[in-house]
């Protein structure tokens, strides 16, 4: 049978705390969150920036399915200067849950929601001259001040002021009209690495030279306008990792965090653990189809077990027949397609695992990566499809 915690709070929905007796989650399927595994990461990645450089935390997806919440509380307390979310929503639930710390928004917020920015002491990203006007126009119909951080494109072609090749000097005029707009104040200017956690020459190259074009605008900007911005920031996780010398005034770091991405070099812990347990096990002779499409045939007398995980708790339909969990220290391959609440394990060669043995989903004895590279996909993706029904346990 599985060791139990003796107690640990639980986040629900509506974000209040209470105490669980963990075996009252072991009748389906749960996270554990390791609190202590977050603040090693966040002193570990701390330890290697240079002095006076701000942290900035990143908690949009709900802290990449960590909980907003508890993790920017930890981040509050330990210290760090930003967050960053998605979107105005993400912003607003930290705001009720009592963070006081800046919080940037990287994603757009239409001009209409000007006030609640203002009022809930948000930082917005400005991508355009044209969103930098409405912006402009909400805050002097309020008589307020809008604090924005600028976001340059340098090459990941989403969201950005454009300022590449022949757009140079374009981008560099919208930016100083930008920033000579009546009530607003920039605080920042920043842009996203595409492929800073890549290794190869190819990728190295894009990355230094979205760093070269960024600092370009910078010094352009302030050569021909005085401008100057008090946070400068562009590292990201893969940046943290390999490009510290583009740290500047502040980091974003988001999967390391989490505790993946480092390639080991800064020693992180990762903190989510996926956890359920077996419900039910039976025998099929061989010629036995199991789950739905018969997209596995039993080829031998096969002890089966059914684990109180699916696709609605987060596992991707797409690793199976693929994969592998972890039961009772030893690896019990899926079987079948992975169903919506529910999937099954080889536990022929497993014969300690019983009816509420605890099934490691991906955590420190099952690698997410390999659970990632089964479905063809990321970790970030993995942490982030962890769904709400399933209960979020903080342990310290």
Excluded at 304 to 331: F, H, K, Q, T
Aim: with cysteine.
């Amino acid at each position: 049978m599985t060791q139990m915690y003796p107690s640990c709070s639980v986040m629900n929905l509506c974000d209040e705390e209470a105490f669980f007796n963990m075996n009252d989650l072991t009748k389906r399927t749960w996270a554990e969150i390791s609190l202590p595994a977050i603040r090693h990461n966040y002193h570990a990645i701390r330890s290697t920036l240079p002095a006076g450089c701000r942290f900035l935390g990143v908690v949009k997806a709900d802290a990449y399915g960590h909980g907003a919440l508890p993790i920017a509380r930890l981040l509050q307390e330990e210290g760090a200067e930003y967050l960053a979310v998605s979107c105005l929503d993400e912003a607003l639930e930290l705001r009720r849950g009592g963070i006081t710390m800046p919080v940037l928004i990287l994603g757009h917020t239409p001009a209409e929601y000007t006030a609640q920015l203002i009022e809930n002491n948000l930082t917005q990203t400005a991508t355009c001259l044209a969103k930098a006007v409405e912006y402009s126009e909400a805050a002097v119909r309020l008589g307020k001040t809008l604090k924005l951080h600028i976001k340059l494109d340098t090459g990941m072609s989403r969201l950005g002021y454009l300022c590449a090749g022949d757009l140079f000097e374009e981008g560099v005029g919208n930016i100083i009209s930008s920033c000579r707009l009546p009530n607003l104040a920039f605080e920042g200017f920043y842009t996203h690495f595409a492929v800073s956690d890549e290794p190869d020459e190819d990728s190295r190259a894009y990355t230094l030279e979205q760093y070269r074009l960024f600092t370009a605008v910078l010094d352009a900007v302030k050569a021909r306008s005085g401008i100057t911005f008090p946070i400068r920031h562009c590292a990201n996780s893969g940046a943290v990792v390999s490009y510290p010398e583009m740290a500047l005034d502040m980091v974003r770091p988001g999967l390391l965090l989490y505790g993946y991405g480092d390639g080991g070099k800064l020693g992180l812990q990762p903190a989510m653990r996926l956890v359920t347990t077996v419900s039910t096990i039976k025998y099929h002779e061989p010629g036995v189809c199991v789950s739905y499409g018969r997209r596995f045939v039993t080829t031998r007398r096969t002890r089966m077990g059914v684990i109180a995980a699916g696709y609605a708790d987060g596992l991707p339909r797409l690793s199976s027949n693929r994969c592998s969990y972890r039961i009772e220290g030893r690896d019990a391959p899926q079987l079948g397609t992975i169903c919506m609440d529910m999937c099954m394990v080889d536990l022929t060669d497993i014969p300690e695992a019983e009816v509420g043995s605890e099934v490691e989903l991906f955590g420190p004895a099952n690698d997410i990566c390999k659970l990632a590279d089964a479905a063809q996909t990321i970790p970030y993706e993995l942490l982030c499809s962890v769904t709400k029904r399933v209960p979020r346990v903080y342990t310290e």
